[in-house]
């Protein structure tokens, strides 16, 4: 073999490895995940207080190597408190926290993809009723005096006398 080719044959071995190296494996090379492999979960919805007996949407960003966000990762969620429901498909993902009656805690949502983890805390308050108003028996008021009627004595009337003409006995 002569000189010239073994040369030429070391140069493009060389700039082969170089473009591999360059190419879309170079962040797997450097020590960084390959494309589509999460290195960030965000929650990016705002409640921090939920009402208890609720449901509430948590809105979650994936992000993987190169700042791509991805939403084909599988993702595991778990809550303190409530069950939880997320979709899948789609980006943001969003899941759905449904929190049970009469509690007021905080409950800790974990949804992690791979090796990466995200939390987020919710507080859970339940209003209470206000208490009901203590109202007193009414008073028995007694049925209003009614005063018997005035009977007048009676009156006898008589038949007329002659030389009465008509007059009563008081006078004429």
């Not at 494309?35 to 992000?63: D, E, H, I, K, R």
């Not at 949502?109 to 203590?134: D, E, L, N, Q, R």
């Amino acid at each position: 073999m002569d000189w010239k080719r073994l040369i030429l044959t070391i140069v493009a071995a060389l700039g082969l490895a170089l473009c591999f190296a360059m190419g879309p494996h170079s962040r797997a090379l450097a020590g960084d995940p390959p494309p589509g492999v999460p290195t960030a979960l965000t929650f990016t919805s705002a409640p921090s207080t939920v009402s208890c007996g609720s449901m509430t949407n948590l809105t979650l960003s994936v992000t993987g190597s190169g700042g791509v966000v991805t939403s084909t990762v599988p993702l595991r969620f778990a809550t303190t408190l409530g069950s939880i429901a997320a979709t899948q498909a789609g980006a943001p993902v969003v899941a759905s926290l449904i929190i049970p009656p009469r509690t007021s805690v905080q409950a800790t949502v974990t949804v992690t993809a791979g090796s990466v983890t995200a939390t987020k805390m919710v507080a859970v308050t339940c209003a209470t009723a206000p208490a009901p108003a203590v109202v007193a028996p009414p008073v028995a008021t007694p049925p209003p005096v009614v005063a018997p009627p005035v009977i007048a004595a009676p009156r006898v009337v008589t038949a007329p006398r002659a030389g009465d003409a008509g007059c009563l006995p008081n006078g004429c």
